[in-house]
């Protein structure tokens, strides 16, 4: 039987992507996409929203472990590291920054596969109240972290995952003003030189989507010289 889940494969070793690819589509999935580099995943991570993502730690123009942070700011699926080192370091390090499972080389394609469907499983299996824990609502908006997707009164709102980062940080902070400072170093996770810009111009974007007047927000406020707040009721978890 055919199976749903989206995986995505970042790697840069040509041989390992075909033969991983191959046993994947072989154990019945039907969506696998693959990527050589840190910058072509996060883009096909942000095209195609996989159920999984099997991720390289050393990639010619950076490290997954970069990408998983990306990946982090954004949504909860799970995320297999892919590694050649052996190092216990190394593995607590993977785990730390949000890895679900680290598989040296070399490795069993095949047993890689029963792994992710042992996970899928387990994701499937869990209570209702635990896939809870990947949902936030307070005032009209209900945020599933999970499905990367945000609603406002029920309607689904179309974010990039950067505006996502950005709401899903607001919503577990509301009403308390927030600084550009702090919201880049939340969703962004890099040095802050040159954030202000970067910050404002997402807050832009973001307003236009949510509030019914973005030149006279009602939510998403502007608190003058000390950043921004979200406006809303008391919040539920």
């Not at 609502?137 to 209900?142: I, Q, R, S």
């Amino acid at each position: 039987m055919p199976l749903s889940q989206k995986i995505l494969i970042v790697d840069d070793e040509e041989d390992i992507v075909k033969l991983l690819k191959t046993v994947l589509v072989k154990e019945g999935f039907e969506y696998v996409y693959t990527a050589s580099s840190a910058e072509e995943g996060w883009i096909r991570f942000q095209d195609k929203q996989p159920d999984l993502v099997i991720l390289d730690i050393m990639l010619p123009d950076g490290e997954g472990y970069d990408v998983c942070k990306q990946i982090r700011s954004v949504s909860n699926v799970p995320i297999f590291f892919l590694s050649a080192k052996n190092e216990e370091i190394d593995k607590i390090l993977g785990f730390a920054i949000g890895g679900d499972d680290y598989i040296t080389k070399p490795f069993s394609p095949k047993e890689v596969a029963y792994r992710i469907k042992a996970r899928f499983r387990r994701t499937e299996a869990a209570p209702e109240e635990n896939k809870d824990e990947h949902t936030v609502k307070a005032g009209p908006f209900e945020l599933d972290e999970h499905k990367f997707e945000l609603k406002k009164n029920g309607e689904i709102i179309d974010l990039k995952p950067k505006e996502i980062g950005l709401i899903s940080y607001l919503l577990k902070h509301p009403n308390r003003i927030i600084s550009k400072e702090s919201l880049y170093d939340q969703v962004w996770g890099e040095e802050s030189f040159g954030y202000d810009n970067t910050v404002m111009v997402h807050i832009r974007r973001l307003r236009e989507k949510i509030e019914e007047d973005p030149s006279n927000p009602q939510y998403l406020v502007t608190v003058k010289g000390l950043g921004y707040k979200l406006v809303l009721g008391e919040q539920e978890r």
